[in-house]
């Protein structure tokens, strides 16, 4: 999907030529249109082989029993290494005990930072839980005046909200995902810091439309926290102008009490059911997924290695600012295993602009959103209650 379709031909070919028996025909499909695109190519039963799906899908396509288990070729593949992928990276694709997906690349979202902005505020390190931080949010604040801000939370987004939620011990779906848990107490503590920030005017109360360059105004200041994903690195160095070089960096996500989880974003590959050549599709996966090809794909796109041994390589290990990824990757965790989690997430965004502007308290949100995610979960429910167990008489 996307460029990774462009950027992936070469280390094709090499795996072709290193399998002279193999040929792999390799189909690029835009990234907004390939979930329904495989959605519509599973009902006309043409689904190709092997493919990258995002971790989101991978419940939903396990659910309609469009994916073949992969815990067989992953136990005979000799030196395949489990244990050297991220933890969380690896659990997204495992569903009711079976591996159906294996990561190809990673992501995680933490917070981009102006270093010099953060010492003129008087703020000697990164902070490290969320009372640090607020106390760095309000620093800067009372620094930089009423036209600029601490931090961008565009409020049209989601992800920065969910990765806060996630950090809570308790989970974001109860009774096997058949329900919210947003009235949980986590959850609801979540939802006051978030809403503090912007009560105390820490970050506007605006949508990432209204940021006509992120990396133009991190640079001019306009804020100093910038949560995001690793692709902004090499957006940084590249827009950021020569003087600011030294004055930005990433830093680990602040934690309610310490230092916090995060979303497990990214890419696993999968083989479909349907596939004739499911043998060949399982070399592909695990060409793909040596090391060494791992640091090649990084260093053609700059996509973070799901396994932790490519961080050795010197592209990664001398880059400090993938440095504060390779931590975070550590105490990533995936999202919820529903296939309708992804509507619960737009729910997510709609009630937290809510919040954000004030037309909701605290204890509403976490209402609305429990009521929300029941609404779509109610096929589930019902489905789950109607399941037959195998063998069972109807």
Do not use: C
């Not at 810091?193 to 009560?199: N, P, V």
Request: proline share 8%; charged share 25%.
């Amino acid at each position: 999907m996307g460029y990774e379709g462009e950027a992936i031909v070469p280390i094709v070919r090499e795996f072709e030529r290193l399998h002279p028996e193999i040929d792999v025909q390799l189909q690029q499909m835009p990234v907004l249109s390939a979930h329904e695109k495989l959605l519509t190519a599973f009902a006309g039963d043409s689904l190709p082989d092997v493919t990258p799906i995002g971790n989101t899908w991978i419940p939903e396509f396990a659910e309609l029993d469009a994916l073949e288990p992969l815990d067989a070729e992953i136990k005979a593949t000799a030196g395949f290494g489990v244990n050297d992928f991220y933890p969380s990276a690896w659990d997204s694709g495992v569903i009711d005990g079976k591996t159906y997906a294996v990561p190809w690349y990673v992501e995680t979202r933490l917070p981009f930072y102006r270093t010099d902005l953060l010492r003129e505020a008087g703020i000697t390190k990164p902070p490290a839980n969320w009372r640090e931080w607020s106390t760095a949010l309000a620093a800067i604040k009372r620094m930089v005046g009423p036209k600029r801000y601490a931090i961008l939370l565009p409020v049209n987004e989601y992800e920065p909200l969910l990765n806060l939620a996630i950090q809570q011990d308790e989970p974001l779906l109860r009774d096997g995902g058949r329900y919210g848990n947003f009235r949980s107490a986590g959850f609801k503590r979540t939802l006051a810091f978030y809403k503090e920030i912007f009560d105390n005017n820490w970050a506007p109360k605006v949508a990432n439309t209204a940021i006509s360059n992120v990396w133009d105004e991190f640079g001019n200041g306009y804020y100093t926290f910038y949560i995001n994903g690793p692709w902004n690195i090499a957006e940084f160095k590249k827009r950021l102008p020569p003087e600011l070089a030294k004055s930005w960096m990433t830093m680990p996500l602040p934690g309610p009490d310490g230092p916090g989880a995060s979303v497990a974003g990214g890419t696993s590959f999968v083989v479909f059911r349907t596939s004739k050549h499911k043998a060949a599709a399982w070399k592909l996966i695990a060409y793909l997924s040596r090391p060494e090809v791992q640091v090649k794909f990084h260093g053609i796109t700059g996509n973070l290695p799901s396994r932790r041994s490519p961080w050795e390589a010197k592209s990664l290990a001398d880059d400090p600012y993938a440095r504060a990824y390779r931590i975070q990757l550590e105490r990533a965790r995936p999202t919820p295993k529903v296939p309708e989690w992804e509507r619960i997430a737009t729910e997510l965004r709609v009630i937290g602009e809510q919040l954000a502007n004030d037309r909701l308290t605290v204890d509403e949100a976490a209402a609305e959103l429990d009521r929300r995610a029941d609404k779509i979960l109610e096929k589930r429910r019902w489905m789950l209650a109607h399941r037959v167990t195998a063998g069972a008489q109807p």
